[in-house]
Structures are given as structure tokens and as C-alpha cells.
């Protein structure tokens, strides 16, 4: 779908509105602040558009109570067309350029980025997510480079002060990353029993720790990076190494400098578009990846817009109220 056959569908804010509600109410209309399932539309010269009053609690609200674009003032258009770009776009967009093609503030365009990447974040499902029948893992870490000085040679990876990133990923299937202070054992193993169903087989590098990890799930092959071995017939983790180099092109090549503070936001914008892409046959036997629709992006996007509430933090920064109910 392009820009103009979205702005067709959707022409005024009126259609923004109920296109909204028919998403994000695909069940029928919750009160956000009770989660009470009856309420009534309130009508009258005086009342804004899409206001609702529930039954329950008697309080009043709209389908955008509650979720990132709670108390905006931006046109829910503008909202919709940022979303349209970051779920189309390869490597994301960075706030100054976002803010140059909605003709608002880089400040606004901002938070606007980052609320609609905390719409992104599903890393909350306590069940585990990836399965299936192979899930490779590996760690990555992700940060500026230091100043060159000549004579001087710096470490790499998780020689640094770098952020280190744990990923688990099921070979044609879906991603999840999560931030981790080093590549210990005690770091690793919680997010992995966390994630990954204990019958998938795991690929992994050489780290010894995901040996001893590995004795809880189905299995465990992997290659020897240090001797130079990045694939052993169907052994390897180049699905996840994949990923992280996704990461680092949407750091170089987009961002150009992550802070720690703010870097799992851009984690989860990487691994949403992952997420997104399903298998198919290109006429030659061999399955890729294609990305779904861009329009079933944006549903499956505001499917996770409620109870997640994105404010300005008091010192500075985001303030992030969530409630999964």
C-alpha cells in the first residue's frame, strides 16, 4: 500500500478516528481505565469527536485514552503516517528526518518515534515465544567506537564498554532480544529459559556457556568462530548473526549513536519489522522472506497501543505507565 492509497482510505480525521477504533476495539470497546465492556458515545455541540463514557467507572474517553497518543495534538493522520513509515522502512528513520516529512518539531517527531516503538516492545509475554524446531542464539554488542589514536589498538565486541544484546531467534520464524550486562552465564541463561520453548534445538557459537544451558532444552550443535567455522552443513547461527547485522546498519547507517538508556526502543523497532515477514517459494525451490502487508504492520502495531501510556519523564527523557491486563 502506498502513502496515497492510505490517505485515500483514510481522508480526513474522522476516518483516522474510526479506523483507529476498528483496530484497536477489534473486540469491541474497552474502557481503558476500568477495562469495563459497556459504554455509551456522548453526542452533543460540545462533546469531541469519538468521546465515550463508560457504564462502570463513569469515566469519559477516546480510542487514543491511554495508549502513546494519549492527550496528543498531533492529527491522528500524522500519527498513522509516522507508523507507515517506520513498519515500511528498511532500517528505520531518524527524528530529524521523520520531522522534516511530517512538518513538525525534531523534538516531537521524537517522542513520537519512540512511543510508537514502545507499541513495538512484545519482550512483556512471559510465555515462551520462540520455537519450533531449530532456535539459534547468539550475543551482540552494539556502541560507538572509540576515538582512533595512532599506535593504539582497541579491543572489540565484549572487550568494551559496548552494550551487550542477547539474540534468540527461530530459524523462518520470529525474534526476541533482550539487553544483558555481559556474556556470563548467569546474564544469558534467564532471558533464554525465558523465551525459548524447551523443545527447540539450539545453534550457538562456542561460548561453553550455552553448553551448560543447552542440557535444559531439546539439544545443541554449534561452530567454532575462532577457528575461522561459521557453518558445518545445517549447524550455524547465521539467522541470528543476521539479526544483529540489521542492528548495526540501523546504528551506522540510520541513528549513528544509541545510548544505553534508550537503545532496547531501537532493539525492538528492528525485531517488530523481523517479526513481521513470513516464508514463501521464490519459483526455484527456495523460501525467503517476504514482509506481510503493510497494512496488517499497522494492525498488528495498534493491536498493542493500549495500556501503554507515554509520557514526558520529570527530569527529561520518556516516562513509560504500562498496565497489561
Same mark, same amino acid.
Given at each position: ?6 490517505? #485515500?482510505?483514510?481522508? %480526513? ?47 469519559? !474517553? ?8 494519549? @492527550? ?7 500519527? $498513522? ?7 515500511? @522502512? ?47 542464539? %547468539? ?15 582497541? #579491543? ?5 564498554? #559496548?552494550?551487550? $544484546? ?33 523443545? @527447540?534445538?539450539?545453534?550457538?557459537? /562456542? ?37 544483529? @547485522? ?5 546504528? !551506522?547507517?540510520? !541513528?549513528?549513536?544509541?545510548? =544505553? ?10 525485531? !517488530? ?7 514463501? /517459494?521464490?519459483?526455484?525451490? =527456495? ?9 496488517? /504492520? ?28
Amino acid at each position: 500500500m502506498t502513502i496515497n492509497e492510505l490517505r #485515500k482510505n483514510l481522508p %480526513d480525521e474522522k476516518a483516522c478516528r474510526a479506523y483507529l477504533e476498528q483496530v484497536i476495539w477489534k473486540q469491541g470497546r474497552v474502557c481503558p481505565h476500568c477495562g469495563c465492556l459497556e459504554s455509551w458515545a456522548i453526542k452533543g455541540r460540545s462533546a469531541r469527536p469519538g468521546l465515550y463514557e463508560c457504564s462502570g467507572c463513569r469515566r469519559q !474517553f477516546t480510542v487514543t485514552t491511554k495508549t502513546p497518543m494519549h @492527550s496528543t495534538k498531533l492529527p491522528l493522520w500524522t500519527w $498513522i503516517l509516522a507508523m507507515y513509515y517506520m513498519v515500511n @522502512s528498511s532500517k528505520g528513520v531518524s527524528s530529524v528526518y521523520m520531522a522534516r516529512w511530517l512538518g513538525i518539531t525534531q523534538k516531537a517527531a521524537w517522542k513520537l518515534c519512540h512511543a510508537i516503538r514502545e507499541m513495538m516492545d512484545t519482550n512483556h509475554d512471559k510465555s515462551p515465544a520462540v520455537g519450533g524446531v531449530v532456535v539459534e542464539i %547468539d550475543e551482540k554488542f552494539l556502541g560507538g567506537k572509540p576515538r582512533k589514536k595512532k599506535g593504539v589498538v582497541h #579491543k572489540r565486541g565484549k572487550g568494551t564498554k #559496548k552494550q551487550g $544484546i542477547l539474540v534468540m531467534v527461530e530459524r523462518q520464524g520470529i525474534v526476541r532480544a533482550e539487553l544483558i550486562e555481559n556474556d556470563s552465564i548467569e546474564a544469558i541463561k534467564p532471558h533464554v529459559e525465558r523465551h525459548v520453548d524447551k523443545h @527447540s534445538y539450539l545453534m550457538t557459537d /562456542q561460548n561453553p556457556n550455552y553448553r551448560s544451558i543447552a542440557k535444559d532444552f531439546a539439544g545443541h550443535s554449534y561452530v567454532n568462530h575462532g577457528n575461522e567455522e561459521f557453518a558445518r552443513g545445517e549447524v550455524h547461527n547465521n539467522t541470528a548473526e543476521s539479526l544483529n @547485522s540489521q542492528l548495526e546498519r540501523a546504528k !551506522f547507517g540510520v !541513528f549513528h549513536w544509541l545510548s =544505553k538508556r534508550h537503545m532496547w526502543r531501537y532493539i525492538n523497532e528492528v525485531a !517488530f519489522r523481523w517479526n513481521h515477514r513470513h516464508p514463501v /517459494q521464490d519459483g526455484k525451490g =527456495k523460501t525467503v522472506m517476504k514482509f506481510l502487508p503493510v497494512i496488517e /504492520q499497522l494492525a498488528s502495531l495498534l493491536n498493542c497501543a493500549i495500556w501503554r501510556l507515554v509520557r514526558r519523564g520529570l527530569s527529561g527523557g520518556l516516562r513509560i505507565c504500562s498496565n497489561y491486563v
